[in-house]
């Protein structure tokens, strides 16, 4: 069993993936923290995000096995991952790896934006998880807040358009739905209600 959810920046698609995962007792893959610890790496290293050879090299060489999440979920390493995600080397020298997580037994869930068109196009069943720019902005400057980030809703809602904007309209494995994805709106939905929802999708009723 494999379940692809992809989304915009921010839709709630870790939290609903994560969940699903434990409900149905698959593993599950962040793919979006692969890019974030290529950003970290760029940065922390002093290479420009947008530098394709260093960005390659970090790609290629990551344990991708032992990303750890803490320090990866600001602003700044997001915009970095964003940039270095629309390089086809980048993206070829980590989808061996999704692809063979994905085929784990006893199956997984894989968020991202590429999952059901590019990594899994055969997954069993794929979400295209959304919510309005607004909402998610509100969400995210909430998190980050929380995580002791001094940002402004406003500031997250101009990053999240920039980021999406980039992530939409590159060349290479853009954020788009599948054509067989279902579509889920959480803009009026809390997490509770996200989650039945997709459990009804992924179960047929
Ligand atoms: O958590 P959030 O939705 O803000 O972003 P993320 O899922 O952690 O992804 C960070 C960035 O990595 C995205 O803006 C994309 O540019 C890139 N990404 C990608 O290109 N393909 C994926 N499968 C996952 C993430």
């Keep these: 069993m494999i379940i692809a959810v992809d989304g915009p920046a921010a839709s709630g698609k870790g939290t609903l993936a994560r969940r699903l995962a434990d409900h149905l007792g698959l593993l599950y893959l962040d793919t979006g923290l692969i890019y974030r610890a290529i950003g970290w790496h760029l940065l922390e290293n002093g290479f420009a995000p947008g ?8 790609a290629s060489t990551l344990d991708l096995t032992a990303i750890d999440e803490v320090q990866l979920r600001t602003a700044g390493i997001g915009e970095a991952a ?20 994905a085929e784990k037994a006893p199956g997984a ?40 980030t001094d940002i ?13 904007e980039r992530d939409r309209t590159r060349a290479v494995a853009p954020l ?5 994805a279902h579509l889920l709106d959480t803009s ?13 999708i992924v179960s047929g009723s």
């Design 152 to 164: 402004s809703d406003d500031e997250v809602l101009a990053d999240l358009l920039r980021r999406d």
């Design 82 to 101: 964003s940039i270095a995600a629309a390089n086809v080397n980048v993206r070829a020298a980590i989808l061996q790896y999704q692809r063979r997580f």
């Design 51 to 58: 530098d394709e050879n260093a960005a390659v090299e970090i």
């Design 188 to 200: 009026n939905l809390d997490i509770e209600a996200a989650f039945r929802a997709a459990v009804a």
């Design 176 to 180: 788009k739905p599948a054509d067989d």
């Design 109 to 148: 869930v894989l968020d991202g934006r590429d999952i059901g068109t590019i990594v899994c196009p055969d997954a069993d069943h794929k979400l295209f998880v959304t919510a309005s720019p607004e909402v998610r902005a509100r969400r995210r400057g909430r998190e980050l807040r929380l995580s002791g």
